[in-house]
Each structure stands twice: as C-alpha cells, then as structure tokens.
C-alpha cells in the first residue's frame, strides 16, 4: 500500500507543476543563468488506511518548498515513510518558485498563516528571524541530533543566541584532482605543489587553482584567521590575513592561477589539468567529462608553517536548511520535533545522495563515492557567512585581491585599504534604517 500511496503523491505533484526547474546557488555560479520557476502549487498528501502502530505522535504539517521536479520523488517518498510510522500525522506540502518562496513566508506568517517549515537556504536565516518570521528550534531538538551533522553548516543556522535553522544538505567549495595525472592525495600544501609540478609537462598542468574572494575567503579560516568578528566588523588586517595573502601567492608554485572564469573548469574537463578548486556543484559535470573513475575529491591539506600551528587549507560550507514558523503551535510539537528527526537521521539522509544532494548528517552511508568525498572534504569546511553585513565584504575584498595580485599594491596597503573601505560602508548601513 505504501508503494501505491508514493506513487499517487508523485503522480498528483507532477501533474499539479508545471515543467521547469529551479535551483537556488547562494555562492555564485561562473556560468549559466536559472530558468524562470513555475507558479505556485499545493500538494496535499492523500489520507492513507489507518495503520496499526504503537506511536502516538498526532498532528498536521505543512511544508512550504523550492525543489526541483527532478527530486520531488524523493521528497514524496520521505514524507510517505514517515507518514507510514506515524499515519495520524497529515501533511500539506506546497511548491512555492524560489524567488517568492522567502517573502511569500514572511508575509504570510506576518498575517498569522504560512507553514510550519519551510525548505531554504540558510543565508535567509538572518533576515527571516529579523523579521519575525522563522523561530527558535533549540527547544524542539537534541544535541544528539545537531552534534552529528556537517558542524560548519550547523554554525550557519546559529543567529542571536538562537538556533534558527538546520541543514538537511550541503555544498561548498572544495580541492579536486584528476585521479590519471596525479595519483596521491596531498597531505599537506607542499605536497600539493610538489605533486602539481611533478605533473606539469607538455601540455599537462599539474594545478590551476583559483583565487578570488568567495572561492579563496575560507583558507583565511583554516589558517586560524577570521574575516569578520560577531558583530560584522572587519578582523582580516592583521598578521593572519597577511599569511592568507602569502598562501594565495604561493598558489603560483603549482602552476598558474584562475580568478573567478570558467578556464580551470574547461582544462580540467579535457583532462590536462591535476587539481582544480571549484563548487561541489560542479562535480557531476566534471565527472562526466574526465570518467568517474579518474575524479576525486580530496580533503583540504595542512599549511604548515612553525608561527601557523594546525593551520590547514580551507573552503566555504553552504546549505539548504529547515526553518519553523514562529507561530507553531505548542500541541504540534512533537509532531515537528518527530519528522524534523527524521528527516535528518542518516538513513533519510542517505536518500538525498541518490539525488545528488549532499547529505548533511556525517552519519549517512551514501552508495555514490563523489558525494561520500565531498562530506569528508566539507567536514573540514568554514561556515559560510550569513549575517547581513557580509554583503559588503565581496567587492571591496576582491578589488584588494586584484590589486596585490596585479602587482600594484603590497599586501599591506591592500588589507588596509579593504578594512576602512568595509568599516565606513558598514558605518553607513547602520546609519540607514531598514526598510
């Protein structure tokens, strides 16, 4: 009867949507543009035959998203599994396009509707408890459960002393290697160049890594920097973030260098290049073009320098999260607290690796050895910044990497330049009343 019911939930969502499909990429994508979304539709889940079953988890939840046609499968058949074990607990389940999906949420809870989780990006996070829209989820689950997903993506949930959000599947940036060029994985960042200029011969590459700020920011983190402090404020002009400089230098020992274009994409793709940086997005195409066999993800490499102990190579950590409405009832809580449990165990987890989704609790055992490589890789990711004021950061720093790379000013003026530049914007936006 389940199989029947999964099918009848997918049959309806499909009919329902229309053809197109949408993908939300908070770190920004090289090439392409997304297609426009489908209007919004409501999905309800058909009332099974009552089970016989020991729970007595009751309720309804409703379930506002973005996903992708493609996976909605997938979704139908977690929620199923779950209605299966608890068969007094209803669902109402919408596909809202992702460019209305955050201001439909917040008007909507404004006025005391919307749903009781929504499915998003947690660069929203911020703004949605600002507004009043998304809750605190300390109270409705465990540290077991937190403590055994990707930590980097678990900080970018944390906002205000809150816990607003919690990932369900992540990406990020990550060091990837042409298994048919160089066969060893770098323990450390001199390997890496060693390696690379090993393989560099003919029209062979040993390494094309890339430079610019969203791709590069994060081994200011693993180097025990930080590029901003709690509040926002710039923290990066310092003898840490002139270390970070001299790393990204030291990226031309492997072999020349991209800042932010698609030509270590391209080289890579026709197997001349060994290691390449790139967004875990980018992983199927690569893939594909190189043959699975000859691809692999590798964890990022220690830096080791005697003023920089523990100091490591690093990428950003980005994911898609649950958000509760600040307007959930107190009778359906355990009926939230049960599915979210559920949702994020390793076993449901696993199911989003067969959609090409990284899992983001580090417990789930996923059959597809890329996607197992990119949670190692991002396990010792950085958290990707969430807090408003990171907008102002990107332009001023790459205009600073650009400077010091072009050799037309030292790494000091640089870093300089940059922090006065960000602390008089953020000045001035703190001057600005919001909207």
């Given at each position: 009867?389940?199989?029947n ?8 969502i499909q009919?329902?949507?229309?053809a ?9 994508e090289?090439?392409?543009t997304p297609?426009a979304?489908?209007?919004a ?10 089970l016989?079953t020991?729970?007595l988890v ?7 998203h ?12 977690i929620?199923?599994e779950?209605h299966?074990l ?7 389940v ?8 955050r ?22 996070g911020?703004?949605?408890?600002d ?5 605190d989820?300390s ?6 459960l937190t403590d055994?997903?990707?930590q980097?993506?678990?900080a970018s ?5 809150a816990?607003?959000s919690?990932p369900?599947s992540?990406?990020?940036?990550m060091l990837?290697r ?5 066969s060893?994985?770098p323990?450390?960042f001199?390997?890496l ?23 590069s920011?994060?081994h200011?983190?693993?180097l ?10 710039p ?12 790393l ?8 020349p ?6 030509n270590?994409?391209d080289l890579?793709?026709t197997g001349k290049v060994?290691?390449i940086?790139a967004?875990?997005?980018?992983i199927?195409e690569?893939?594909?073009?190189v043959g699975?066999e000859n691809?692999v ?9 005697e003023?920089?102990?523990?100091a ?6 980005q994911?898609?999260?649950i958000?509760?409405s ?5 009778e359906?809580?355990?009926a ?17 690796g ?10 789930a ?9 990119s949670?190692?890789a991002?396990?010792?990711g950085t958290?990707y910044?969430?807090?408003p004021?990171?907008?102002i950061?990107p332009?001023?720093?790459?205009l600073?990497?650009r400077s010091i790379?072009?050799g ?5 003026e ?8 960000i ?7 703190r001057?600005t009343p919001?909207?």
């Amino acid at each position: 009867m389940h199989k029947n019911l999964i099918l009848l939930f997918v049959t309806i969502i499909q009919a329902l949507m229309l053809a197109s499909c949408v993908s939300d990429n908070p770190l920004p994508e090289r090439t392409g543009t997304p297609e426009a979304a489908p209007s919004a539709t409501r999905t309800p889940l058909p009332s099974p035959t009552a089970l016989v079953t020991e729970t007595l988890v009751s309720g309804s939840i409703s379930i506002w998203h973005s996903w992708d046609e493609s996976d909605l499968p997938t979704l139908a058949k977690i929620i199923d599994e779950f209605h299966s074990l608890h068969p007094d607990v209803l669902f109402d389940v919408l596909y809202v396009p992702v460019e209305d999906l955050r201001a439909r949420f917040e008007q909507e809870v404004s006025q005391g509707g919307g749903p009781d989780i929504l499915l998003g990006p947690a660069t929203w996070g911020p703004a949605l408890y600002d507004a009043g829209a998304s809750g605190d989820l300390s109270g409705l689950v465990s540290s077991e459960l937190t403590d055994g997903l990707n930590q980097a993506a678990v900080a970018s949930g944390r906002y205000q002393d809150a816990l607003i959000s919690l990932p369900y599947s992540i990406r990020g940036v990550m060091l990837i290697r042409n298994t048919a060029l160089i066969s060893q994985a770098p323990e450390t960042f001199e390997d890496l160049v060693s390696s690379a200029q090993s393989a560099t011969q003919g029209d062979v590459i040993g390494a094309v890594l890339e430079r610019s700020f969203y791709y590069s920011a994060a081994h200011l983190n693993g180097l025990g920097g930080t590029l901003m402090n709690e509040d926002g404020a710039p923290a990066f002009d310092d003898r840490l973030g002139l270390a970070w400089i001299r790393l990204l230098q030291d990226f031309e020992r492997a072999g020349p260098t991209d800042y932010f274009s698609d030509n270590d994409l391209d080289l890579f793709k026709t197997g001349k290049v060994g290691f390449i940086i790139a967004g875990s997005w980018k992983i199927p195409e690569l893939s594909e073009a190189v043959g699975p066999e000859n691809i692999v993800i590798d964890p990022w490499p220690d830096y080791q320098q005697e003023n920089l102990p523990g100091a490591r190579l690093s990428g950003y950590v980005q994911s898609q999260n649950i958000f509760v409405s600040r307007l959930l009832h107190e009778e359906n809580h355990r009926a939230l607290r049960s599915f979210i449990e559920f949702f994020l165990s390793p076993a449901v987890q696993k199911t989003l690796g067969e959609i090409d989704l990284v899992p983001a609790n580090r417990s789930a055992q996923v059959s597809d050895e890329l996607i197992a490589q990119s949670m190692t890789a991002l396990a010792g990711g950085t958290t990707y910044p969430t807090i408003p004021e990171f907008e102002i950061y990107p332009a001023a720093m790459d205009l600073a990497l650009r400077s010091i790379f072009q050799g037309e000013v030292s790494p000091e003026e640089a870093l300089s330049a940059a922090q006065e530049s960000i602390s008089l914007e953020l000045q001035q936006m703190r001057a600005t009343p919001s909207p």
